[in-house]
T-cell receptor
Framework: LAKTTQPISMDSYEGQEVNITCSHNNIATNDYITWYQQFPSQGPRFIIQGYKTKVTNEVASLFIPADRKSSTLSLPRVSLSDTAVYYCLVHGIRGATNKLIFGTGTLLAVQP | NAGVTQTPKFQVLKTGQSMTLQCAQDMNHEYMSWYRQDPGMGLRLIHYSVGAGITDQGEVPNGYNVSRSTTEDFPLRLLSAAPSQTSVYFC???????FGYGYTFGSGTRLTVV
């Protein structure tokens, strides 16, 4: 499984756009990139998943360059409730490759 | 549609006792996993299953057993509880398919071993 590297923490203010970048130099051809959000005392929650280029849903956007060695989670106009830990994961989606190995994640602190 | 249900939510065990953490999902998901999360740390994979009757070890399997006799249930057994197993345990499930839609996590079981 590809190892991921992301910042330990980030600070932002309400209303700003936040971009969290994840490095995954050893990503395999069949790997997907998935981001999860976790609030204290809760299980992680799926945010977005992509393979290449750009993916957007109602919550976030995910930008993946052509070489796929990194990805950027973009959260538009964050609010205080977006304060959480954000995990970047790289994994397959079939059989034994579809298991999640979590790193330490990025603690995003949103200030008023 | 309840999603992923974990029971109990809280448990205190004495060292050496055994117990089973229950996990059930009603989404007909093929993939299920168990994680533990220690304070201030990320989640670590204990065991996972890619379908009924198929299980495999994750990153930290020692001291834990699993079985998957049905699609819906994936219990985690602590054979002889130790203080080092004090943690929050999360169960998760995911559908199979050409494009994964992500894992759904349960609300967790907070276990204390004294």
């Amino acid at each position: 499984l590809a190892k991921t590297t992301q910042p330990i923490s980030m600070d932002s203010y309400e209303g700003q756009e936040v971009n969290i970048t994840c490095s995954h130099n050893n990503i395999a051809t069949n790997d997907y990139i998935t981001w999860y959000q976790q609030f204290p005392s809760q299980g992680p929650r799926f945010i977005i998943q992509g393979y290449k280029t750009k993916v957007t849903n109602e919550v976030a956007s995910l930008f993946i360059p052509a070489d796929r060695k990194s990805s950027t989670l973009s959260l538009p106009r964050v609010s205080l409730s977006d304060t959480a830990v954000y995990y970047c994961l790289v994994h397959g989606i079939r059989g034994a490759t579809n298991k999640l190995i979590f790193g330490t994640g990025t603690l995003l602190a949103v200030q008023p | 549609n309840a999603g992923v249900t974990q029971t109990p939510k809280f448990q205190v065990l004495k060292t050496g006792q055994s117990m089973t953490l229950q996990c059930a999902q009603d989404m007909n998901h093929e993939y299920m996993s168990w994680y533990r999360q220690d304070p201030g740390m990320g989640l670590r994979l204990i065991h996972y299953s890619v379908g009924a009757g198929i299980t495999d070890q994750g990153e930290v399997p020692n001291g834990y057993n699993v079985s998957r006799s049905t699609t819906e249930d994936f219990p985690l057994r602590l054979l002889s509880a130790a203080p080092s197993q004090t943690s929050v345990y999360f169960c998760a499930s995911s559908p199979a398919g050409p494009f994964g839609y992500g894992y759904t996590f349960g609300s967790g079981t907070r276990l204390t071993v004294v």
